[in-house]
């Protein structure tokens, strides 16, 4: 099956810098990427997503790539604000039938 | 504005007794999941359902959890007995070919 690495665990960043988070993916047949967002106590949300016929895709200070070839995927969160503290998760699947989640990246945004 | 309902939203039981934990999927929704997560595990997969079958159920673990769909409307995740390792949230999400996946609340169950 799908296997789902995700770095870093936890990360820190000065309030208005930049937050990179890296995924891979071992199954060449995963074709969706979504990734979500987990504020304490509450569900997971989608935030962004991207297909494997698209390379990027941003909205508003958030961005995610996408590298077939080397079967790996990133979130950049640019302008970070203290709302952007929480758990984000990536995840690989194929046309919707199973979700393989990473472990997840505990952000947290220093005023 | 459509969402993924779970009930109870919290539990506190003893152990050896049964829980059952129940979610409705979106409306038209075709696929559903059941995930475990606690502080170190991130979120595990348990049960798979499409189309009300049940496709995947390699994570949970057999001689106590039970997951079943008996209606689109309603999905199912048993736990007898109920042990202290078990405390966790467990969240139901839904969704449809176009990939999207939809959380619930979450159910947070406390086993004593």
């Known amino acids: 099956g799908e296997n789902v690495e995700q770095h870093p665990s936890t990360l820190s960043v000065q309030e208005g810098d930049s937050a990179v988070i890296k995924c891979t993916y071992s199954?060449?047949?995963?074709?969706?990427f979504p990734w979500y967002k987990q504020e304490l106590g509450k569900r997971p949300q989608l935030i962004i997503d991207?297909?494997?016929?698209?390379g990027e895709k941003k909205d508003q200070r958030i961005a995610v790539t996408l590298n077939k070839t080397a079967k790996h995927f990133s979130l950049h969160i640019t302008e970070t604000q203290p709302e952007d503290s929480a758990v984000y998760f990536c995840?690989?699947?194929?046309?919707?039938?199973?979700?393989?989640f990473g472990t997840g990246t505990s952000l947290t945004v220093i005023p | 504005d459509a969402r993924v309902t779970q009930t109870p939203r919290h539990k506190v039981t003893e152990m050896g007794q049964e829980v059952t934990m129940r979610c409705q999927p979106i409306?038209?929704?075709?696929?559903v999941f059941w995930y475990r997560q606690t502080m170190m595990q991130g979120l595990e997969l348990l049960a798979y359902?499409?189309?009300?079958?049940?496709?995947?159920d390699s994570g949970m673990p057999k001689d106590r959890f039970s997951a079943e769909m008996p209606d689109a409307t309603l999905a199912t995740l048993k736990i007898q007995p109920s042990e202290p390792r078990d405390s966790a949230v467990y969240f139901c999400?839904?969704?449809?070919?176009?990939?999207?996946?939809?959380f619930g609340e979450g159910s947070r169950l406390t086993v004593l």
């Open positions: 199954d060449s047949a995963s074709n969706y």
């Open positions: 409306l038209g929704h075709n696929t």
């Open positions: 999400a839904s969704g449809w070919d176009t990939g999207e996946l939809f």
């Open positions: 359902f499409r189309n009300r079958a049940p496709l995947d």
């Open positions: 991207i297909r494997s016929n698209v």
């Open positions: 995840a690989a699947s194929i046309y919707g039938n199973q979700f393989y």
